[in-house]
């Protein structure tokens, strides 16, 4: 039987994480390892400094006091010892689009997944109001199915985008790459009880370059997004001009 | 006259701060903006859930509760208003090589400058054990004078390892690739002293694949590494793959 761990990082408490478990249903044993609290912007972060509590608080699911990244860790070392065939994260309250994915602890664990080996997935609702989960949970379940069967690259994972929409409306699936962020972040300056100053980075929702092909393209005109991303940054058209730099040292 | 903002992992403490502000000095106003305590691991997270706090320690430099990202932010927005020509993160005592970049604090700063558009790279020594700055402090400012006068491409930044030996045994400077490493990471298990379990990811050094190229074989050999990295994580070579899956949904 397959054996499918689940994560996110919006805690326990989400409801995307049951439509995650319900949209997988059928495929294999499920087990989900998440967060005790929300840990958006957690990025691929791991817990050093700290040690890490774990709770089972029901027959599948495992809480943990670690980011979505600890969370794949400890899923595959110690609540599945044996070979995990998927790990998929979500199912995220909140877009997973363009330059998103570098904060995002949703995609983290994804990255973590591919760097030991294991094929992943992660997958966000793109709204940053109330999400319905029915669409992104059937699609997620349906996935599964062909990532489990055809694989994937090594060091490759996919990151998907559902569009807040009633599934009957969503328009097909699209394979997209990554679009351009454009971020309207503030820093909230304020006074705290005892005149002290404080920030807070606040802002408002960030907007898209809808460049054709992206993914914030495709969720924009209700298709569900697919990237495949890849855990080598490498910009490999730079490495010419750099070299022609001649750079010497000492 | 340019303005060059730095920040780190390691916090203010660190000594690799004060070398990468004298490596830098003659080059602009450098002001550095950094964590208060060790940030390793901390990876592009951002603290949206918490204030932040900021005290200036020193004429150029201030320290704030914050992750590298939010030094960035706070930096780049609050601090520097004017634009920034340059923001240099470092020196790290430690490698960011291969996969590290995905963990790592350092290389977060440098991804958060790059999407607000400003040049940038990050540098770091390559050893776990206790690091001499000088070469790296004298490459980081050799380096910062080249970005400065030619730029770089637009989404693009670099990684910088240098070897933990002392500038004349250097061999010189390569331009590389991101290389694969091998992580060795355990989750120990405990006791505390009321009987609960708690966990710690622990392990052993990571290793490397050292494959020609790499920034992880330069270094190994005496060279300093430069990794032109990007924010596209794109793998462009699987979309045709998995267009052929012909996935529907509804």
């Known amino acids: 039987m397959k054996k499918i761990l689940v994560t996110n990082d919006d ?11 319900q949209g997988l249903s059928g495929l294999g044993e ?5 967060p005790n609290q ?4 957690a990025s691929h972060s791991l817990t050093l400094h700290h040690p890490l509590r774990v709770t089972r608080v029901r027959k599948d699911i495992y809480v943990t006091t670690g980011t979505p990244s600890d969370c794949v860790i400890i899923g595959m070392m110690e609540i599945l010892k044996e070979k995990v065939d998927l ?3 979500g199912i995220n309250n909140g877009p997973n689009l363009g330059d998103d994915v570098t904060y995002s602890g949703t995609v983290a664990a994804g990255i973590e997944a591919t760097l030991r080996g294991a094929l992943s997935f992660a997958v966000s609702v793109a709204s940053f109001r109330a999400c319905r989960y029915d669409a992104a949970a059937g699609f997620a379940g349906r996935l599964a199915g062909y990532v489990l069967k055809k694989g994937l690259p090594e060091g490759t994972f996919l990151n998907v985008n559902v569009p807040n929409i009633r599934p009957a409306a969503i328009k097909g699936v699209q394979i997209t790459r990554m ?7 503030e820093m909230v300056r304020r006074r705290d009880p005892r005149g002290g100053t404080y920030y807070w980075i606040g802002g408002k929702e960030p907007s898209a370059e809808k460049g054709s092909g992206t ?10 997004s697919v990237t495949p991303l890849q855990l080598d940054l ?3 058209k730079s490495i010419k001009g750099l070299r022609n730099w001649r750079i010497k040292y000492p």
Chains 1, 2 share one sequence.
């Open 179 to 185: 679009g351009k962020r454009i971020y309207r972040d």
């Open 30 to 34: 499920i087990i989900a390892v998440v």
């Open 234 to 236: 490498t910009d490999y």
């Open 215 to 224: 993914d914030c393209a495709a969720v924009a005109r209700g298709w569900i």
């Open 87 to 89: 790990v998929v994260s």
């Open 38 to 41: 929300e840990r958006s912007s």
């Open 11 to 21: 805690g326990v408490h989400a409801p995307g994480l049951e439509a995650l478990i």
